[in-house]
Structure formats: C-alpha cells, structure tokens
C-alpha cells in the first residue's frame, strides 16, 4: 500500500516514567498536520532505515503536534534501540500520513484498557471522548508506578475517569479487573492496548461476562517476532478465520496455526516453507488485522496488512476473513 | 519502448528463434548485459549472442560498436569478416563498417554516395568494469542503470577480468547459485571451504533500489586450504552479497583487517537456456600474485558450481515460490525470486 509520508522535526522529547520517552512531531513551519482519529498511528523513518508504527498519544484537536511515547524494549529488534539512542530534538523525520486501525466505536459508555505502553492510543481516545462529552473510563496497569508515561494529564484533565493499578501495590489484571467488565450494557465499547498475554486475559474476562467480540477492540503493540517460538506460542491466543469464498468460519487454537486448521479442513492451500521465510502461502487479507509472524514481507508490506502467511502468522482482531 | 518489429522476424519484436516469451524478453532487453571482456575487443569483429540476438562486436578508432550480426547489404554474418583501420569488412561482398556502424567502402562502387540504408543496427554500448554492456531496447522514459560493483575505482585496489565462462543453464539459476551460502561446505570444498563446516547462522535480506542486500557472517573461511592459518582463530567472515536485478550480483568479502577481495557476477542471458559468465574481480591484497593464478582458481570454483547449475530442474527459476522447497539458508534465493516476480518476471521462469 502507498502511503504518504510527512517530513516533520523533532521538537521536544521528554521523559514519560521509567524507561519511556516521548516524541513530539511539528512541521517545520509550524503549520497543521494533517487530521487523524484517536487511535491512529503512523509509520516513523528511523535512522538506519528501519520503519516502525507507533500510536499517537496527543489529542485529536491539537493539529499542531503528533505526540508519540516509545517503550525502551530490551529485546528491541531495533525501533525501540533506534528512538531511544537516535533520535535527538530537531532533527527532521519522515512519517506517513496517520492510519487508523483501531478507531472509536459509538457506543453508551467507552471503556479504555492500556497495559504498559499501550496508554498511547487509548490516551489519545481519552482525550477525544472527553472532547466530545462522551462517558468512558481509563484504565491503566502498569508494573510499577515509576513507569507511568503521561501523568500529569492522567491526574489532570482526565483525572476523575482514570484508574491506574500497579502489579507492585498487588493490582496486576489478574488480580484486579476493571469493574466496567461487569453488568456492562449491549451499546458499550471495550478497548485494549498492551501485550498480547494482557489483551488475551481481558478479552477472555470480558467473553465469561458476557461481551460480544464484536464490541471488543485492541491493538497490540508487541513486537512481531519473525519466527514463531515456544516463548510467543505460550502468548498466543485463540481467533477466528472465515473464508470469503463461503463465508464458513474456524477456529484457530491458541497451539495451532491458521494453516493447520484449515489444511484439516481440507481447504486447498499453497505451502512451502511452513516457517514464514519463503511467501509461498501469502492470501489475501479481507477483513480483520493480521499479527505478522513472518520474516519474508517488508515492513511496508505488513503495514499495508494486505496479506498475510497463513504458515504462522496469526490475528490481532478476533476474527480474519481471508479470499480464501 | 519501440514495437518495431524485429527486422529478421517481421511478425515479432524477438529475434528469430528466441527462447523468451515476448514480455520476458521486452524486460530483458531494456537491461544492460554485459557481452565481452573489454580487453579482447580489437578491430577484429568478434561474434556474442545475447537474448538469442546475433551481435558483432568490434572496436574502430577507439569506441567499441555493437551491432546485429548482419550486413545490410545480403546478411552475411560481419563476425566471420575482416578488418583494416577503418572498420570491419564483410566476407561477401567487402563493404567496410565504422565508427557508429555506418558503411564507409563500397568496394564494386568506390565513387557511390553512400546510402543511410547501408548502416548496421547499432546498440548503445558502455565500457565498465573491464566490460562491454550493452542494451538492445533502452526504455526511453526510464533508462536502466548499470549495476555497481564496489571498490572498483578505489585506490590500492587490482582489476582483473576473468575469461568468459559458458554454462549450459539458465542465468537466473547461476545467480542463484552465486547467493547461496548453503553450499560451500558441499561443493566448493576442492577450492574454498570446510566439509565439516555446513551449518548457515541465520541472516537477513534488506530491499535495496535495484534488488536486495545480504550481509552473511560465518566461520567460512575465503583462505583456501593451506593458508586458513592466515585468519585469526574464531574469526567472523562477513561476506556481503548485493543484487543488481536481474543477473548482476556483487560479492564484498571482508578479510582480516582492511583487505577486501569483490567479485561481480554478472551472468549474460545468452538465452534462456545459455549463459555468459563474466567476473569482474577488485582486491587490495596479494597483489603479486600472478593473475593468471586468480583466473585458474576462480574457473575451478565456476567450474564446480556449473557442476549443479546445468542439472538444476526445472532448467529455468520457478518464480511460484509453492513450487520449490525452502530452507532458513535460502533467504537470498527467496528475496531474489521474489524481486524477480515483482520486475514483472514471470512465464519463461516457470516452464
């Protein structure tokens, strides 16, 4: 997918807690940047020619400025490594222009889940719903408070709706649920960002409580690992793929790939390497959000989520509908 | 590009006979190829084929012409003719050939304007790397650039030409062949490597402007058998492979300290059952070396790949990535067949 970019300058970076720096983009001249719904997120150049997506954490009516906040990952395959040690305020940066993956739902009441760094978009929806005098609540688990990126705003102008829950004061999400999952209406929206274990528990809490998936959104932010491992494996979580073609629906285990179900099923598919190198079985992405497992489609190729390796990549929405 | 028919095949844009399908072939031809090594291009017509076009190639006054391998007057091949200082004769009938392909002797009429009919059909030509390229369809809105071999012009560094080495296979399998870490261990242990070292450490592919980059870091050593000691122990090879689509690929090997040895592959579609090796070679090190010595190691190490190449099957690369098995090691393989796909490559690589 062709994607415009912006040229933008680096005009502030700052600390957000622990281990997180935020990164504000301007035009040069100061001029509008073009307009994006929370939840967006660009494409960002890095030096050393690496292209990463990061959420825009700003609010919506503010066109002067994308705010971005980036997580210092140890295991960084390089994005991370890059904004942290790299980049410097005023220095010029190539963006593509914001997509949104992940937007706002209407819905009676909004409810924001953010594990870690996963605050970014959900921040950014915050301040829109607020914006727009819409009811929501935040919630916001981090390890420790130390590692809160975006505090004053959070005790600020979004204050009374925010929830934060530290794991070191006992308040992990397996120990604490938002109380929203509970007795929630048909019209209300759950979002969630932060590692896939995290969104895949939440999701999980929220179905027992009765949630249809289809007013359960997330995005995760997690690195795509290229090939998968037992480590990833023990992370996945379940999801479903329907075929185009005759609208029939399976479901894809958390142990199993997309490949296998569908082998079994004896759905005719077009298999070489079976480790996401080669792209003998890339399909056609019709719906849904692909978590790319693989290492042969470029960066720009995933960001366009037009196909995906049915081999060993998996799904960020809970459903895919591949032209199958 | 120009849809004149092909002058000998009125009915077609290929040449007579030609073993590519027209897209194929179209594609093809828009690229530089090189044809000969520069140094043996005198005044003498020479004879090279390339995409099943007949060329003649000659040097005049200093400028080196390619041309089609025919006289204007009664197509006779020029290739079989002789030269003076002004140009090649043609056996037949010794009309003399110059600068630009243009006519500048009619022998049975000296006193005769000569007409504008009376020139061979010329290709632009360029002169690098110690080798003659040339393009027979330049496309005119974006004319293809030459590839780039590294270190070439740099200073300390030796040229050297291989002697042009034939293959009886198609280009893109030998390219393919030249990308290949997994094989030193198996075929090239008469020359370079180690039988007991097969194990490929994982590595990466980046897209470049005119096809992709691999840096390969191993323990196989570039030092042949006897001199290995030369390399501290444990040290890491790194060899970096950079493609120029479709059939040009430089390989940089860094050697211990400063010294880098690159060799361009540069495999010239005779047709799509032929190919022309032409290599290219740059080193800052061992230069007293005899090159006679480089040429004869370096045809041994072609000489074992060809081994394989010519009984490869499909003769031709699959592009359908479904029809071949894949390995970690073939990464290389992948993201070329790939970049070839995505030229728009497609019918005469599947067969």
Redesign the interface.
């Known amino acids: 997918m062709a994607m415009e970019t912006l040229e933008v300058v680096i005009d502030a970076m700052s600390r957000q807690g622990a281990g997180n720096v935020a990164v504000e983009l301007m035009r040069a001249d100061g001029a509008a940047l073009p307009a994006f719904e929370a939840g967006a997120h660009v494409d960002v150049h890095l030096p050393g020619?690496l292209i990463r997506q990061y959420s825009i954490a700003s609010p919506p009516a503010d066109r002067s400025r994308y705010v971005l906040c980036v997580r210092r990952e140890p295991a960084s395959r390089g994005g991370s490594a890059s904004v942290h040690e790299r980049l410097r305020v005023g220095q010029a940066l190539t963006i593509s222009t914001p997509r949104n993956l992940f937007a706002l739902r209407p819905g009676g009441h909004h409810v924001l889940v953010a594990g870690g760094i996963g605050i970014t978009p959900l921040l950014a929806m915050g301040h829109q719903l607020l914006a727009a005098g819409s009811s929501f609540e935040l919630h916001y688990y981090v390890r420790s408070r130390q590692e809160i990126a975006f505090l004053r705003q959070l005790q600020g102008e979004l204050g009374e709706r925010v929830h934060l829950h530290s794991a070191e004061e006992g308040r992990d999400a397996r120990q604490v649920l938002p109380g929203a999952l509970d007795g929630a209406g048909n019209d209300h929206q759950l979002y969630l960002c932060g590692p896939a274990a995290f969104m895949d528990h939440i999701t999980a809490a929220a179905q027992a409580r009765g949630w249809d998936a289809a007013r359960i959104h997330s995005e995760a932010f997690a690195p795509v690992v290229p090939v998968p491992s037992a480590d990833a494996a023990a992370q996945d979580a379940a999801f479903e793929v329907q075929l185009a073609s005759s609208g029939q629906v399976y479901r894809v285990p958390a142990d199993r790939t997309i490949a296998q179900v569908l082998g079994e099923a004896g759905v005719p598919l077009?298999?070489?390497?079976e480790?996401g190198?080669?792209?003998?079985?890339l399909t056609d992405v019709v719906e849904g959000m692909p978590d790319h497992r693989d290492?042969?489609q470029?960066e720009t190729e995933k960001a366009g989520n037009r196909q995906i390796t049915v081999c060993c990549s998996r799904s960020r929405s809970p459903r895919l509908t591949l032209a199958l | 590009m120009s849809a004149v028919p092909h002058p000998a095949n009125p009915h077609s844009l290929l040449p007579p006979g030609s073993t590519f399908t027209t897209s194929d072939w179209q594609l093809l031809a828009r690229q530089w190829h090189p044809v000969a090594n520069a140094s043996e291009i005198t005044g003498a017509p020479s004879k090279a084929t390339l995409l099943d076009e007949a060329l003649v190639v000659y040097r005049v006054k200093g400028e080196v012409v390619v041309a089609r391998d025919v006289c204007p007057h009664r197509g006779v091949p020029l290739s079989m003719g002789s030269h003076d200082e002004e140009g090649v004769v043609c056996p037949y009938h010794g009309l003399r050939f110059g600068a630009g392909g243009r006519c500048n002797r009619i022998p049975s009429s000296p006193n005769q304007a000569i007409p504008a009919k009376l020139s061979l059909a010329t290709y632009p030509v360029v002169e690098r790397y110690g080798l003659v390229w040339v393009c027979l369809a330049p496309d005119a809105d974006s004319p293809a650039p030459l590839p780039v071999m590294p270190h070439w012009d740099d200073a300390g560094f030796q040229q050297i030409n291989c002697p042009a080495f034939d293959i009886n296979g198609f280009a893109g399998r030998q390219v393919e062949g030249f990308l290949d870490v997994a094989h030193f261990a198996w075929i090239h242990t008469d020359t370079f490597a180690d039988p007991d070292n097969q194990l490929v450490p994982d590595y990466t592919t980046v897209e470049t402007e005119h096809g992709f980059r691999a840096d390969y870091i191993s323990s196989v050593s570039n030092y042949s058998e006897g001199f290995r000691h030369l390399a501290p122990a444990d040290f890491a090879w790194l060899r970096r492979f950079e493609t120029h689509l479709p059939f040009t690929a430089s390989l940089t090997i860094h050697f211990p300290g400063e010294q880098r040895l690159v060799i361009l592959n540069c495999a010239s579609p005779v047709s799509a059952r032929k190919t022309r090796l032409f290599v290219p070679i740059a080193r800052n090190f061992n230069l007293e070396q005899p090159v006679e010595e480089v040429h004869a190691f370096n045809l041994r190490i072609f000489e074992e790949d060809r081994a394989m190449v010519e009984l490869q099957r499909p003769e031709r690369l699959p592009l359908d990535m479904a029809l071949e098995a894949h390995i970690p090691a073939d990464r290389s393989s992948i993201a070329y067949r790939r970049g070839l796909k995505k030229m728009g490559f497609g019918e005469f690589f599947l067969v």
């Open positions: 020619g077009s298999l070489s390497c480790m190198i080669c792209g003998a079985c290492s042969v470029s």
